[in-house]
T-cell receptor, first 116, second 117 residues
Framework: DTGVSQDPRHKITKRGQNVTFRCDPI?????LYWYRQTLGQGPEFLTY????????KSRLLSDRFSAERPKGSFSTLEIQRTEQGDSAMYLC??????????????FGPGTRLTVT | AQSVTQLDSHVSVSEGTPVLLRCNYS??????LFWYVQHPNKGLQLLLK??????LVKGINGFEAEFKKSETSFHLTKPSAHMSDAAEYFC???????????????FGSGTRLQVQP
């Protein structure tokens, strides 16, 4: 399968613990995005990378959240001191951009986080 | 700013009957529009996209959508529903953000399609 992969698929953690999620994009894609999806809602943008540079962060991304894409390939999203409100599905997507042309985003299966 | 309104949170049809999922958008720019489908425990899959070419767009699995600028609508249709079409469907508007180079995706809240046997 050469699609976007995410690990783990499910994570249950206690309030106050730190968690880290990983996303492996489609190999030739230079852009990578993180979204959060809560129950009954569509995904909301969190942050995005072009290659290894983090170019934009949403106001939804509090100081407890950090994302990296160190070599322009896979990315990690870390949440420190988790809160119950962080419970959601975290989605990763990737896309290819060449010049002014930007192609559609391909989504991974998501990591479902439950904070107890 | 851009936004998307999916007019129905739930739609139920019988197998073999037509499907209509309604979407209205608002955008200050000429938008790109997409429909994504999300099956349980699976990732979002692109069904079709409109990017200012033909206004009637054909997608996968027999779905199509028509861009109507005068009505700011992008409704999704399928002539005959199949049991496997039961899923959550998202209408998405995409506009460029000139300051970061990103094309911002704004998702609707979704329409859950049920298909009855």
């Amino acid at each position: 399968d050469t699609g976007v992969s995410q690990d783990p698929r499910h994570k249950i953690t206690k309030r106050g613990q730190n968690v880290t999620f990983r996303c492996d994009p489609i190999s030739e894609h230079n852009r990578l995005y993180w979204y959060r999806q809560t129950l009954g809602q569509g995904p909301e943008f969190l942050t995005y990378f072009q290659n290894e540079a983090q170019l934009e962060k949403s106001r939804l991304l509090s100081d407890r959240f950090s994302a990296e894409r160190p070599k322009g390939s896979f990315s990690t999203l870390e949440i420190q001191r988790t809160e119950q409100g962080d419970s959601a599905m975290y989605l990763c997507a990737s896309s290819l951009t060449r010049g002014d042309l930007s192609y559609e985003q391909y989504f991974g299966p998501g990591t479902r986080l439950t904070v107890t | 700013a851009q936004s998307v309104t999916q007019l129905d949170s739930h739609v139920s049809v019988s197998e073999g009957t037509p499907v209509l999922l309604r979407c209205n958008y608002s955008s200050s720019y000429s938008p790109s529009l997409f429909w994504y489908v999300q099956h349980p425990n699976k990732g979002l899959q692109l069904l079709l996209k409109y990017t200012s070419a033909a206004t009637l767009v054909k997608g996968i699995n027999g779905f199509e959508a028509e861009f109507k600028k005068s009505e700011t609508s992008f409704h999704l249709t399928k002539p005959s529903a199949h049991m496997s079409d039961a899923a959550e469907y998202f209408c998405v508007v995409s506009v460029p953000r000139g300051d970061t180079g990103r094309r911002a995706l704004t998702f609707g809240s979704g329409t859950r399609l049920q298909v009855q046997p």
